[in-house]
């Protein structure tokens, strides 16, 4: 069985570790989550990149398609590849503002986050007051 002073010391030193990672979060999201979040925003950009074939689109953009080497296969080749290579980097731009948008989103979170706790600050006050009478 817990006595009270087990009860106190388990208490104190969770509410320490949970203090200490509160301070340490903003530093981590900042620096090494910041970091990760780059990271994955360019694999998502290079995966974009892949997924709709945008460099192989602009390496043939000049080549006429199915072999054929007259002039109106070239023509109509040109023309093709051309609607095809813009429906192509419209959707690109699209999913680059969607990555941009989740990068940016990860950068206001916290600040968000704390802007909408400040009002709510009594109910901070209040838990501490129970934690407190419990001493």
């Known amino acids: ?44 950009i290079k995966s974009g990149n892949e997924r709709f074939a945008i460099t192989i689109l602009f390496r043939y953009w000049f ?7 007259d002039w109106q296969g070239k023509i109509i080749s040109f023309f093709i590849r051309t609607i095809h290579l813009a429906w192509r980097l419209l959707l690109m731009a699209i999913w680059l503002i969607i990555v941009l948008l989740i990068f ?8 968000y986050i704390i802007c909408e706790l400040i009002p709510n600050c009594e109910a901070v006050e209040s838990i501490i007051k129970f934690i407190s009478s419990w001493q």
Request: hydrophobic share 50%; with cysteine; proline share 5%.
């Open 1 to 44: 069985m817990i006595n009270r002073e087990q009860a106190i010391y388990a208490i104190r030193y969770l509410l320490f570790d949970l203090v200490k990672e509160i301070l340490y979060f903003p530093i981590w999201w900042y620096s090494r989550g910041l970091i990760k979040a780059t990271i994955f925003c360019g694999r998502q």
């Open 63 to 69: 080549k006429p398609m199915y072999g054929q080497q």
């Open 104 to 111: 940016i989103i990860y950068l206001v979170l916290p600040i």
